[in-house]
């Protein structure tokens, strides 16, 4: 990428790679110089470059301790004085640490030795296997170069030789600065911000200014410095709210307003008493290092017991002692069995109602996700979705779901008996595939209950954030709209695949937790009070406000996550967030009810454990972590868009393919491509109604000839032993996450190159009749897509109200229970009886995979667009339809029964349990 004809401002994604990239070149011009005489007119030309370039480095360095900006003066000193092999073995050492991420697992002292000396270890072990961590200080003060230099070696003087946690200290002079440190700097993990720093930075160059658009959209120039402290705290909770910041000030107590004193982890009076704030950084460091339950489960795993209980594998004893088995013990080893117990006791907890090390596990757990309760679940988001659908509706309650959501929130509300009422989502068809749920229509549908009178019955509105293919809504724009036509509407969004997205910030603005906090301080200030009433003054006779009243909103937020999918922890562990400001007063107790229901009372205590020790992670690296998994999302994209035998067969869609215009109002297009380089999303995530998350990568297949689960099968788990998940007729999904890394992206550019390489020598050797049988293929895959069907309605018999939109979708489910209301039909037959005027209904779910999601459920009326679909849908799998039975649809005569019975709607509805069997 250092040879594109892009400016270096759009030709990176990242401040990381624009960085890494610089090294890399300083590298090969110094190897250069070293082959070069002393002083001859070639070496004179690249001491040239290369101070230039370190000069250029030395902006970028400067918020980092390493290399840092004094190892840069070093190397511009030794390009000075001609020693050119001690400059070589520095940058060197230099650039192969930083691409391998080495310094940061070892202490290093670059203020001390020369510069090929870096790295130089310390004793780095406590214990066998038991390393120091090692993390950085941002100290935010206008101080002179020579105090910095005492204030850092004072500090250092502080270590304890034993203590577990070392740090280095970066100092920034200005609040612009700081904000820019943070950003870029991903080891920091404390700031001390003492007295008043200054606003304005002296010294950002140019060249990373398309990378700080965050920090230059502050504006705080007016602000006098005596408040420029407290704020600086108050833009890093917004930016990396993980981070302990601390206060030296001289500002009296009795002048310290109390949003300050909340605002900072600790406040320190006396600039000299570094002791006390040295101490309070690694206390600071050490909490949130505690994992409750791991290290109960650590410790009581090491205890010597006696298992008169259940669990003949607890401690090994039914594994190791076996003469048939000990393969299963030596392949998991001797701690997974010495921690298995069913022990409630004795130092653990029970999940159904913790009081010790789970109960803490999940306070810190709700801090970290920015929650204000959190709940570990062990069997999968598919259960905390029915905990939540069973725990918040009733019976006889409308739900506003997407239709194309995961199936278990359509089996929750089976379960809960509340009428759903479909969204659909805009099609993708060329690629057969769904998009999201727009605004307006969700708000078009929310209306015509009202209009019917049911608003007072509407309890939820459930939508999928991000979808399996990446589309992110606009949740504040969502849930600020949807709150000011019904101020207590609850909303659950499914967070599957978004786990990760509260640790970078660009993500967060888009996620449960945070806007439910947002919401929830812009609504009880003075300021929306303010703008509300003049906002109702300016409407014009019967127009519907478009902000939520004040006096009568309620955030009510509910998020459940996959953690075991974006982030670290065993299969099935996933996390119920709570933002709720009625859940004492009305939700807590049957929350309770319905987590107890749906939760094993023998829950996995190693998937427990992953859950403690996956929040311990991201509170310490998921800004690092996550950082890099869209960097390299970002930079896979721009291979395959750069490489001409890759596009010759494989598209990366982006954010044109995935979401129309109309719900694009930045007009941003794509984040990349071969003429234009790098485009800037921060806006668009801020403004736009719907974004691309760009860790999923869709490649479109068409071209190759080849479907997309013959391509999965055939090419990349048979041949490079790739696993992907999802796929489409001509397009196959692939994703980044935390544990990806550079290896594995390369792995996969190599492997489509390969495939690539077949398709071509498969194509060149084809006869004329293969050559048109593989037109005829291309053009089915590329050209001939079945259209995709929205939600038909339902029936008359199940409509949840003759005059709303919402069925009865519990009542259809249960009458298909009885096999004598029930009949398979073929699609054939099906097409030819619905031509002759029968209205067909489904007694069942059909959920082809893929897309997933129903496109049939119990209730509702089979449109010939469906049918059409069905026939022209050539997956393997389809849930709820089998082709040698046909579609299970409702008999004629038990639609007519119901039709003259009492219909479950109305008053009725208030008042009936359960359906009869017809």
Known sequence: MANSPHTKSAAYYSIAQLRIDQWKELKNKCTELSHCKKDSVQAHHIKEKIGNKLRVMAHIEQYFTFPGKKMVAKLILSLEEKENSLLFRSVTNITRQLVGDSYRSNPYTQSEGEADQIGHKEQHELAPGQRKNHFEVLFVDNLPPDQEDILVKSLREMRDPNERFIYEVTV???????????????????????????????????????????????????????????LLAKHIKRFRPELEIYYVTDTSLTDLKSTTLQTFQRIYYRREDLQELHLGIIQGIVERFDTPFFSALKEYSQ???????????????????????????????????????????????????????LKKAQEM?????????????????????????????????????????????????????????YLDSYPIEEYSMYGAVSLEQIKEQLLKLK?????????????????????????????????????????????AWFAFAGFTYIYKQRTAMFTANKLCQKYRSTAYRKRYSEHIKQLAKGEIPSLPDPDKVKIRVYSTQSTHKTLSSFRQGSMIHIWDEEFRKKTENTFLEAYMTHTSTSPNYQMLASLDVGRRQVQFEGYDLVEKSIELAMVFRAKVNDHPLLRKYFDVLTVKDFIPKPYRQTGLDEYYSLENGWNRMEEAWEKDEFTLDPTKITLSIGRTGVDGDTF??????????????????????????????????????????????????????????????TNQRLHSLIKDVPPLPDFSNFHSSFLAYP??????????????????????????????????????????????YPPGFPVLVPGQVVSSEIIRFLIALDVKEIHGFRADLGLRVFRDKVLKRKAIAPQNNGAANKTKAEPKNL
């Not at 205890?303 to 392949?331: C, L, Q, Y």
């Not at 991000?466 to 659950?492: H, R, S, W």
């Not at 398979?824 to 059909?846: H, N, P, T, W």
């Open 712 to 773: 999965k099968n055939k090419y990349l788990m048979d041949q490079f032993n790739i696993q992907i998940n999802k796929t489409s007729r001509n397009t196959v999904l692939f994703m980044t996450n935390i544990g990806t890394t550079r290896g594995s992206v390369a792995y996969l550019t190599n492997a489509l190159l390969k495939i690539a390489e077949q398709l071509d020598e498969e194509f060149r050797s084809m006869n004329i009749k293969e050559k048109d049988i």
């Open 303 to 357: 205890k010597p017991t006696g298992i008169f209980h259940a669990m003949p594998i607890s401690r090994g004893n039914s594994v190791f002692k076996s003469r048939w088995i000990t393969d299963f013990g030596e392949f998991y080893g001797r701690n997974m069995f010495l921690a298995e117990t069913s022990s409630t006791t004795g130092g653990m907890d029970s999940l159904l109602q913790p009081t010790g090390p």
């Open 365 to 421: 757990a709700a801090v970290t996700f920015g929650a204000r309760r959190t709940f570990f679940v062990t069997n999968g988001t598919s259960t905390a979705n029915k905990i939540v659908l069973q725990a918040l509706v009733a019976p006889g309650d409308f739900v506003l779901v997407d239709r194309d959501c995961h199936k278990s929130h359509h089996y929750g509300l089976v379960l809960s008996g509340a009428f759903p009422v």
């Open 451 to 495: 209009a019917a009178g049911h608003l007072d019955k509407v309890k939820m509105l459930l939508l999928t954030n991000c979808t399996f293919d990446g589309l992110v809504y606009n949740v504040e724009m969502v849930m600020e709209q949807i709150l000011a036509i019904k101020p207590d509407m609850i909303f659950l969004w499914d967070e």
């Open 803 to 848: 005059d709303a939109p919402g069925g009865n979708l519990r009542e259809a489910y249960f009458l298909a229970y009885d096999e004598a209301n029930y009949e398979y039909i073929s699609l054939q037959d099906c097409k030819e009886a619905m031509e002759g005027g029968r209205e067909m209904v489904a007694s069942s779910f059909v959920i082809p």
């Open 172 to 230: 920034q002079r200005s609040f612009q600065d700081a904000m820019i440190a943070l950003l870029f700097n991903h080891n920091i993990q404390a700031v001390v911000v003492r007295y008043a720093p200054p606003f304005a930075s002296s010294n950002i160059s140019p060249l990373i200014q398309p990378y700080i658009q965050n920090v230059l959209k502050v504006n705080l120039a007016s602000k006098p410095e005596s408040e420029l402290g407290p």
